[in-house]
């Protein structure tokens, strides 16, 4: 059935937050949980649509053709959610494009407001004048190469990256907190204004907070970017998330 555009809150007052989901990731949607199960009356729901790998062949890009996402977002507005995010980092080797074309198209199917996680992305490093960013990610390096062109299209220089060198994407939750802290100190020597750990099938959400305070630089998480905007979207104080990260002072 398709939607009229038309939007009305849930009676009990509940923040409920849509998030589309690569099919084959299996860390955002408990890292969301743990993130926001202080927060009364707020939760996260999931709509998945099939990726299972991540590389620039036609077939790897094809899973991000927008009709199988418009309809996985469509099935969220069943649940009267107040925001909707796009939970992964395609833009950023796709160019930022697609992600503002799917965000407009779902808004005006559903009524309802959309962010990506790229997108909120660029828009935290707007907001914090991040210039020379710090980059982890699982990607290969002709992935990392498209993304670091993408970044420097908005203003924003990779001064030092960090990669594993892996497609299948299942196998991104497997990467451990440690190997991904090693990643981390590694960039933060070139002393950028921010890092980001770029996949919202990597665990960077969790271990945010005490890289900040070994390294002074801020991280810039691709699940926690998701959930600060999708709850700026919802009406809702991304602030109340400032244990993890100082990027949530940023409202």
């Not at 053709?65 to 969220?76: F, H, K, Y």
């Not at 440690?178 to 980001?196: C, F, G, H, K, L």
Request: hydrophobic share 45%; with cysteine; aromatic share 6%.
């Amino acid at each position: 059935m398709a939607h009229t555009g038309t939007w009305t809150a849930p009676a009990d007052g509940r923040v409920l937050l849509g998030m589309l989901t690569p099919s084959s990731n299996t860390v955002l949607e408990p890292v969301c949980a743990e993130m926001l199960r202080r927060l009364e009356g707020v939760s996260a729901h999931f709509s998945r649509f099939r990726v299972t790998a991540i590389a620039l062949s036609d077939a790897a890009l094809g899973q991000f053709d927008p009709a199988p996402m418009r309809a996985a977002a469509e099935l969220l507005a069943d649940a009267k959610v107040r925001a909707i995010c796009w939970n992964g980092t395609s833009a950023s080797w796709m160019g930022l494009e697609t992600d503002r074309r799917l965000c407009a198209a779902i808004t005006e199917a559903t009524g309802i407001p959309v962010t990506s996680s790229v997108l909120a992305l660029v828009e935290l490093c707007r907001r914090n004048k991040v210039r020379r960013l710090g980059l982890v990610s699982p990607y290969t390096a002709d992935v990392q190469a498209r993304i670091r062109e993408t970044f420097a299209r908005e203003g924003i220089e990779v001064v030092a990256d960090e990669r594993l060198d892996i497609t299948d994407n299942f196998s991104f939750s497997l990467v451990t907190e440690a190997e991904q802290e090693a990643m981390t100190r590694a960039v933060a020597r070139s002393r950028p204004d921010a890092i980001t750990v770029l996949c919202t099938n990597l665990r960077g959400a969790l271990i945010a907070p005490r890289l900040e305070a070994e390294t002074g630089v801020m991280m810039l998480d691709s699940v926690s970017i998701a959930l600060w905007d999708s709850l700026r979207l919802a009406g809702a104080n991304p602030a109340r998330l400032s244990a993890y990260g100082r990027l949530f002072a940023t409202a």
